[in-house]
């Protein structure tokens, strides 16, 4: 049974950090790329980082180049997003994905709230 879990989320100040992580099982996690995307209430979903299988090649949107960094432990099979200095507009339910050709599992996402 193919599960994704993020964790990691909560309430932040803005300026602070935080790391989200999303532990995989039930497929070949070292196959998969991954993606965080996140969702703001009213918005649509929005793709914020990608990794590529092996960890060697990452993608950012614009709006959180600079300020979050994705990275994976194929060891661990878990996949992280750092969110250093978030901002209240960075306020959504995260969701990891995996992808590989046809295949894309989802996460159930975890809510991370940036508010002081």
């Known amino acids: 049974q193919v599960q994704l879990v993020e964790s990691g989320g909560g309430l932040v100040q803005p300026g602070g950090s935080l790391r989200l992580s999303c532990l995989a099982s039930?497929?070949?996690?070292?196959?998969?790329?991954m993606s965080w995307y996140r969702q703001a209430q009213g918005k649509e979903r929005e793709l914020v980082a990608s990794i590529n299988a092996s960890g060697g090649r990452t993608n950012y949107a614009e709006r959180v180049k600079g300020r979050c960094t994705i990275s994976r432990d194929n060891a661990k099979n878990t996949v992280y997003l750092q969110m250093n200095s978030p901002k209240p507009e960075d306020t959504a339910v995260y969701y990891c994905k995996a992808f590989r050709t046809q295949d894309i599992y989802w996460g159930q996402g975890t809510q991370v709230t940036v508010s002081s």
């Open positions: 039930g497929f070949t996690f070292s196959n998969y790329g």
